[in-house]
């Protein structure tokens, strides 16, 4: 059944089987702290426990693919597992591209141009599919496959780029930070002056906010003689891990990023 809803601005078009919550200061807020997660709880697994970086992808592979099958077979969105995979795609993203750069020798600069073209392909081929980007129409199996397949390689992305500016172009894990801010600051601009519309407009900062979390994490994580605060990555992890749990738990128990789920009398 579809309904409609409506803001100052536009009216939208929507299923109640959508699968995605609504883009909220709670989404921003739980997307940048789990492209933080993503980073610090990858080095976390890898380093600090000695799993490796093809150990811990592979790790991490059976536990997201586990939630992705939860996800799927729900018909309405549920804030605990869509975040889950949020939290594991963005792991896996990370590990992904540090095998690519430490394993097999693939550089940042290629790394950061190859995700690029995958995820331009991947929107193109949704867009040609579906007729629309919005993720307002995330209602069935085949939108739902193009959601997080984009929102992989928007991580993988997000890990190359952010490492080829604080480490191969050395400008460091805080100057890299402040540049991706900037970035998603010139985005709103640009959403505010109406050059932008809802879908690319979301989209472009949902891309700029993975290196912006990942530069995050890396300022903190890391030791202060290679530009970090020197937090480590376990208690990096540790603190947004119980932030995320936090926020998400109440996002369960109060639905306030729920999708709109009455159809509208009129």
Not at 177 to 204: C, D, Q, T
């Amino acid at each position: 059944m579809a309904f409609v809803t409506r803001s100052k601005n536009h009216t939208t078009l929507r299923s109640e089987l959508v699968k995605v919550p609504e883009i909220t200061a709670y989404f921003w807020i739980i997307k940048v702290l789990s492209t933080t997660v993503g980073e610090t709880f990858a080095d976390y697994l890898s380093t600090n426990l000695g799993f490796g970086e093809q150990g811990t992808l592979l790790f991490m592979a059976g536990l997201l693919a586990g939630a992705l099958v939860w996800q799927f077979k729900l018909n309405q969105y549920f804030a605990p597992s869509y975040w889950l995979c949020v939290v594991l795609l963005s792991v896996a993203g990370t590990l992904v591209t540090d095998n690519m750069v430490d394993n097999w020798g693939i550089s940042l600069t290629t790394s950061t141009v190859l995700f690029s073209i995958l995820l331009a392909v991947t929107l193109f081929a949704w867009w040609k599919s579906e007729g629309t980007l919005s993720i307002h129409t995330v209602d069935n199996f085949r939108r739902e496959s193009f959601y997080w397949l984009t929102i992989l390689f928007t991580f993988a992305l997000g890990t190359a780029a952010g490492d080829l500016f604080a480490e191969k172009i050395a400008l460091g894990y805080f100057s890299s930070l402040l540049i991706f801010v900037g970035l998603i600051l010139v985005v709103v601009l640009l959403w505010r002056i109406r050059v932008l519309n809802n879908v690319a407009a979301f989209w472009a900062a949902y891309v700029i906010t993975r290196p912006l979390g990942a530069s995050l994490g890396d300022f903190l994580s890391q030791p202060k003689d290679t530009s970090g605060i020197g937090l480590g990555t376990t208690t990096t992890s540790l603190i947004f891990l119980a932030l995320i749990t936090g926020l998400v738990g109440f996002l369960a128990i109060s639905r306030r990023d729920a999708p709109p789920n009455e159809v509208d009398p009129s």
